[in-house]
């Protein structure tokens, strides 16, 4: 096993999201997208950074270097919690791509270790880095800002063409797959958008798709980094209210479901 280091800023283990199961989910730093509503703004510069602890009342370095051996050791604390509830651990970030290297390591060790793969991903990238990251894995799961190219741009700082044409591979792949959406207001939150992204998902052949209402779990991170929030007092969406969003949405013949 190669000394190559990744940069993580959380591992967290008994998690219940995000693939099925008991997992362990290993958050990396480092994403080329800026989405203005991001629950990790931690997660978007490559290296370690300081950010404020409010517990301790002090600032703290979030991000540190990890071997991928080091990483399993962490992972293979639960393995007897994975079999039983066929869990196993899932990469996200940031964005896992940005460590491309070190994450298919990762996956690739698991696999050998016959644990269960899945990884988060915003499918920025390539489409040959795209297809070295799904080979290795059990479970994708990609989301979508947008279905529009301008709209897309103006708010993550990325184009959505690589993305959709990365959702095509995956589709054709036969890989087992989780498409998500997060739903954001006054940004694609319509009903209008709903069938826009009903038209979008249909062509690229989408049969499932979940909806992430838009939360406000990490407005205050953005203080701690001392950076300003574009959606500071803005009301969290419930499921209850995306609940005409999805009716549109399953017109198309696409299951649509509301995390």
Not at 42 to 53: L, T
Not at 205 to 213: D, M, N, R, S, Y
Not at 220 to 227: A, G, T, V
Request: charge should be negative; charged fraction near 25%; hydrophobic fraction near 35%.
């Amino acid at each position: 096993m190669s000394e190559r280091r990744g940069c993580i800023f959380n591992i967290q283990r008994f998690s219940i999201h995000d693939g099925p199961g008991i997992r362990t989910t290993i958050f990396f730093k480092g994403c080329p997208l800026r989405c203005t509503w991001c629950s990790n703004p931690e997660s978007q510069k490559r290296q370690p950074e300081p950010i404020w602890d409010n517990q301790k009342k002090q600032e703290i370095i979030t991000g540190a270097y990890y071997t991928v051996e080091e990483v399993m050791e962490v992972i293979r604390k639960d393995i007897d919690y994975y079999e039983e509830s066929k869990g196993g651990i899932t990469v996200t970030g940031g964005e896992v791509l940005a460590q491309k290297a070190f994450v298919i390591e990762l996956l690739k060790k698991c696999r050998e270790e016959n644990i269960h793969t899945a990884c988060e991903t915003s499918a920025f990238s390539s489409s040959s880095d795209f297809n070295e990251l799904i080979e290795p894995l059990d479970l994708l799961i990609m989301d979508i800002k947008h279905h529009s190219e301008d709209a897309h741009k103006a708010k993550t700082g990325v184009s959505l063409e690589p993305i959709l044409k990365n959702l095509d591979q995956a589709i054709n792949s036969q890989k087992e797959m989780l498409l998500r959406i997060p739903i954001i207001p006054a940004y694609n939150n319509s009903l209008e958008d709903a069938e826009a992204f009903g038209q979008l998902l249909l062509c690229h052949q989408v049969k499932e798709v979940e909806l992430l209402p838009f939360h406000q779990f990490g407005k205050s991170k953005y203080n701690y980094l001392k950076r300003a929030y574009e959606y500071e007092g803005v009301p969290q969406l419930t499921s209850k209210d995306l609940l005409p969003y999805a009716a549109i949405i399953e017109k198309f013949g696409i299951t649509c479901s509301i995390a």
